[in-house]
C-alpha cells in the first residue's frame, strides 16, 4: 500500500498568518495521464472530512482561495494563507492512484 | 445541493452483523460512485470500498474483504454496508461519501458510531 506520511503532526498559527502542511507519499502519484492523484481533506472539530483539493492543486467546489496546493511526484504542500478561526481542524492528504486509497495520518491546526 | 444521510448509532455484539444505510439526495444517485471509510483514533482513515451505483460493481480495499459488503438501492436512492463476523476492532465511525471516478470523496455524510461490546 501507498504510505502517506504527513509533517507535523500539529501546528499552531496566529490568525492572519499562513501556514504550510506537507505530505510525502512512498511512491509516485503522477499517473501517466499526467494527473498527480494526492487530495486535501479538513475535518473540523465533531464534522466529517471534507474535500479541500482535489489532483494536487485544484479547488474543491466552495473552498475560500485561501488554500492551495502543489507539489511534486512524492512530495506535497497544502498551504493556508490569512489563517481564520473557521480553518481550526485536522488536515489530511490522501491519494487515488492506487488501491486501497490511503490517507496520511493527519496534521492539527489550532490558533495561537 | 448533495446530501448524504447515514442511518444512526448501532451497539452489537461480537460475532453479529450490522447494516449501515447511506441515503443520498440533491443530485442524480447513478452520477457518483459511493465509498465507504472506517475513522478509528489508533488507525486514522481507512478507505473500505465503492460502489458504481450505476451498474453496482465494487471495488475493495482487500483489508476488508470478507468483512464488508457494498450494496445500492436505485429506487430509494441508497446504498448500504454489511459488515460482518464483528469484533472490538470493527468500533469505529464509519462514513459514506460520493463522488466521481477520480475523487470518490468530494461529499461525506456525517458517520456513523459502531460500537462492538459483549
Known amino acids: 500500500d501507498i504510505v502517506m506520511t504527513q509533517a507535523p503532526l500539529s501546528v499552531s498559527v496566529t490568525p492572519g498568518e499562513s501556514a504550510s502542511i506537507s505530505c510525502r507519499s512512498s511512491k509516485s502519484l503522477l499517473h501517466s495521464n499526467g494527473i498527480t492523484y494526492v487530495y486535501w481533506y479538513l475535518q473540523k472539530p465533531g464534522k466529517s472530512p471534507q474535500l479541500l483539493i482535489y489532483?494536487?492543486?485544484n479547488l474543491a467546489s466552495g473552498v475560500p482561495d485561501r488554500f492551495s496546493g502543489s507539489g511534486s511526484e512524492t512530495d506535497f504542500t497544502l498551504k493556508i494563507s490569512r489563517v481564520e478561526a473557521e480553518d481550526v481542524g485536522i488536515y489530511y492528504c490522501g491519494q487515488l492512484l492506487e488501491n486501497p486509497n490511503t490517507f496520511g495520518a493527519g496534521t492539527k491546526l489550532e490558533l495561537k | 445541493q448533495v446530501q448524504l444521510q447515514q442511518s444512526g448509532a448501532e451497539l452489537a455484539k461480537p460475532g453479529s452483523s450490522v447494516k449501515i444505510s447511506c441515503k443520498a439526495s440533491?443530485?442524480?444517485?447513478?452520477?457518483?460512485?459511493i465509498s465507504w471509510i472506517k475513522q478509528t483514533t489508533g488507525q486514522g482513515l481507512e478507505y473500505i470500498g465503492y460502489i458504481n451505483t450505476g451498474s453496482g460493481g465494487t471495488n475493495y480495499n482487500e483489508k476488508f474483504k470478507g468483512k464488508a459488503t457494498l450494496t445500492v438501492d436505485k429506487s430509494s436512492s441508497t446504498a448500504f454496508m454489511q459488515l460482518s463476523s464483528l469484533t472490538p476492532d470493527d468500533s469505529a465511525v464509519y462514513y459514506c461519501?460520493?463522488?466521481?471516478?477520480?475523487?470518490?470523496?468530494?461529499?461525506w455524510g456525517q458517520g456513523v458510531m459502531v460500537t462492538v461490546s459483549s
Open positions: 461519501a460520493s463522488g466521481g471516478t477520480t475523487t470518490l470523496f468530494d461529499y
Open positions: 440533491g443530485y442524480t444517485f447513478t452520477s457518483y460512485y
Open positions: 489532483r494536487m492543486s
